[in-house]
């Protein structure tokens, strides 16, 4: 019900008092602070906004597309080469920026709704969004490098391209769900909204989602980075602890 | 349930790890093994990042060891001083391991030289326990009776002996001393305990009786690992606790019943089960490291982890 509203309220401010013709395209998020708890297994994102055009369009002349970006970071990539029988890995290569996540949903097939220099200005398209500015010079194919990121993140549910995914409603309401998986890291997602025509990009929005570690996983990560020999000790007597509470548990219930 | 570890940054079923915890401490409390070199290539397998399960792994081995250790205690088969000895060989090897192990770590190797250590020692241990067993029962067979193992060996001839009356043995202090120097190096590498090749040393090369070998190898992998833990959350930041906790509580209570369960058991035929088991990890790992992979390419961080 609330989403409903919210949705509204966008609706209304989009048709207001605004006099400029102007095509554009506003949103919101379900959540804005998402907490990374012991318990959390994933959850769902859910995308929604209005959009206003100029003039009468035939409805299938726009589209959307949604895309959440993670914090994005150095990643160092190896391959495996074989060297005396066995498999070892290479000399690393740095790819100089790499979203930890990188979702895409879209009302429609990414090649035919946004031209590929609007693609590449707004660098939606997941190949432009990992970059390597400046590869070693002993790298063959530097290409291979940027695509093996691309796919092990694929397989493991951090990068996905979901097209047709959002659903629009008259020209005017859009929405769609991404997944985030369990296994996120934390920082702040930006959330990317672009209103397309024919392959050009009208109008965009931004909004973020604050991911961070909560509760008692929050506090064991600071633990062991802040005071590490605090940390690692506790841990030894709690361990100890452990084992002498089983022994002394199975002595009392179970004497041999 | 699934549970998201915070250092790992992975989420992982919590009654796996329970089960893992408590199958690993059975055999713990069974052989004086401290299961390390079996939970850290689950815990791998199960998608905790390597750096993360060697350290982690330490940490659970020091509550199922301790667990042991005190059933041993009251039993009187604890060798205090042969496991002190040990322990002084051990802190030095763990000292250099972890430096091993930080270097290796900026080398991008880890994988490798973990694998290879693995395969190597397995192998190894695992051959020469299964020899040694099927000798020992192919003799006690044909004469039908316990075959006596040999009392005098080169390590007799070593300077600076030392009387260890629990195991009644008059020998140097100096092969314990570099037994457990090895272990310690190789603890915190593999993030294990070592057991697995100090039990057959003690046994073999020592010549320490088996009742004794399981409760003075576990006094010292306690310690071993406790420091390998606190030497790695320093330098690497890597020990999981929720991670440790979940695996320690099914750990803890599998050691204690396997510390019941082994006296009870044919030591003979148990032993060549530890074989076959140490021997099939050993092979396992040995394939991953000669079969072409399916992927070529691996991730690491640029900073951070």
Redesign the interface.
């Known amino acids: 019900m609330t989403r409903l509203f919210a949705i509204l309220a966008l609706a209304i401010a989009l048709v207001g008092p605004v006099t400029q013709a102007e095509d554009r395209v506003v949103a919101s998020l379900s959540q804005h602070n998402l907490a990374l708890t012991t318990d959390f297994t994933g959850t769902e994102l859910f995308v929604y906004g209005a959009i206003r055009t100029v003039g009468d369009l035939p409805a299938d002349a726009i589209d959307v597309i949604v895309a959440i970006t993670g914090p994005t970071e150095r990643v160092n990539v190896r391959k495996k080469e074989r060297q005396f029988g066995i498999w070892i890995n290479g000399k690393g290569v740095e790819i100089d920026a790499a979203p930890s996540f990188y979702a895409v949903a879209t009302t429609g097939p990414l090649r035919d709704i946004v031209s590929w220099t609007e693609d590449f200005r707004h660098r939606i398209a997941l190949d432009l969004v990992i970059r390597l500015i400046d590869a070693p010079a002993w790298v063959e194919d530097r290409e291979e490098y940027r695509a093996a990121v691309a796919r092990i993140r694929e397989e493991q549910g951090l990068y996905s391209l979901q097209e047709g995914t959002v659903a629009l409603i008259d020209n005017a309401l859009f929405e769609t769900r991404i997944q985030l998986p369990a296994n996120l890291v934390e920082g702040d997602y930006k959330a990317r909204i672009f209103l397309l025509k024919d392959g050009t990009v009208l109008d965009t929005y931004e909004d973020r989602v604050e991911v961070r570690r909560a509760g008692i996983g929050r506090w064991i990560y600071t633990s062991a980075h802040e005071w590490p020999a605090v940390y690692g000790i506790v841990s030894i007597l709690v361990a100890l602890a452990a084992g002498w509470l089983a022994s002394a548990f199975f002595r009392t219930f179970f004497p041999n | 349930m699934?549970?998201?570890?915070?250092?790992a940054?992975?989420?992982v079923n919590a009654f796996i790890l329970l089960g893992l915890g408590g199958g690993v401490g059975f055999l713990s409390g069974i052989f004086g093994v401290g299961g390390g070199f079996l939970m850290t290539p689950l815990l791998i397998f199960i998608g905790i990042p390597p750096a993360v399960a060697v350290a982690t792994e330490a940490?659970?081995i020091?509550?199922?060891?301790?667990?042991?250790?005190?059933?041993n205690i009251?039993r009187k088969t604890v060798d205090m001083k042969m496991g002190l000895v040990l322990l002084a060989g051990g802190l030095v090897g763990s000292a250099i391991g972890v430096q091993i192990f930080a270097g290796l770590r900026t080398t991008?190797?880890v994988?490798?030289v973990v694998a290879l250590c693995y395969v190597v020692f397995l192998g190894l241990v695992g051959s020469l326990m299964l020899v040694e067993s099927i000798n020992a029962m192919r003799k006690a067979k044909k004469e039908g009776r316990r075959v006596q193992r040999r009392r005098h060996n080169w390590v007799h001839g070593l300077p600076f002996k030392m009387r260890f009356r629990t195991s009644n043995l008059y020998i140097s202090a100096i092969p314990p001393f570099l037994v457990g120097m090895l272990v310690g190096t190789l603890a915190a590498i593999m993030g294990v305990g070592g057991g697995f090749i100090m039990v057959p040393a003690m046994i073999y090369l020592l010549g320490m009786a088996a009742v004794i070998v399981v409760g003075t190898s576990l006094f010292q992998i306690m310690f071993v690992t406790?420091a390998t833990?606190?030497?790695?959350?320093?330098t690497n930041?890597t020990?999981?606790?929720?991670l440790?906790?979940i695996l320690?509580?099914g750990g803890?209570?599998g050691?204690?019943?396997g510390v019941?369960v082994g006296p009870r058991l044919k030591a003979e035929q148990l032993r060549i089960l530890l074989a076959l088991l140490v021997l099939a990890v050993c092979v396992k790992l040995g394939l991953d490291?000669?079969v072409?992979?399916s992927?070529?390419?691996?991730?690491?961080?640029?900073?951070?982890h």
């Open positions: 699934n549970i998201y570890l915070p250092i940054e992975v989420s940490n659970q020091v509550a199922s060891s301790f667990s042991g250790v005190l059933a009251r991008g190797q994988d490798l406790g833990t606190l030497m790695h959350a320093i930041q020990v999981d606790a929720v440790a906790v320690l509580v803890v209570v050691t204690q019943i019941r490291l000669v072409t992979p992927e070529f390419f691996t991730l690491g961080g640029g900073a951070g």
